[in-house]
């Protein structure tokens, strides 16, 4: 079991935030899913930080939200922030 926390948001901080949240109300290992595009990311560096800052948190598992509508630049920017968590 885990609990999936959806957190569009468009900075690390607001990310962990979130995060802290949900794991004072669960004891279930929490997967986090961001939105790496319009409207909460506009750069390949904040989807870097903000997956850098849930690798530091030890999520397990982090999702991408919504592959079919984002622009293929915001897919280099996924591409970018997971290549140094492999």
């Not at 959806?6 to 802290?20: F, G, P």
């Not at 948190?57 to 509508?69: H, I, K, P, T």
Request: hydrophobic share 40%; net charge negative.
């Amino acid at each position: 079991d885990y609990f999936l926390l959806t957190s569009y948001e468009s900075s690390r901080t607001a990310v962990r935030d979130d995060l802290e949240t949900v794991r004072r109300q669960t004891s279930a290992p929490v997967h986090v899913g961001v939105l790496p595009g319009h409207p909460a990311v506009h750069d390949g560096e904040t989807v870097a930080d903000i997956v850098a800052g849930l690798a530091a948190a030890d999520v397990e598992r982090v999702s991408f939200y919504n592959y079919g509508l984002l622009p293929e630049r915001a897919l280099t920017w996924v591409e970018s922030a997971i290549a140094p968590h492999l």
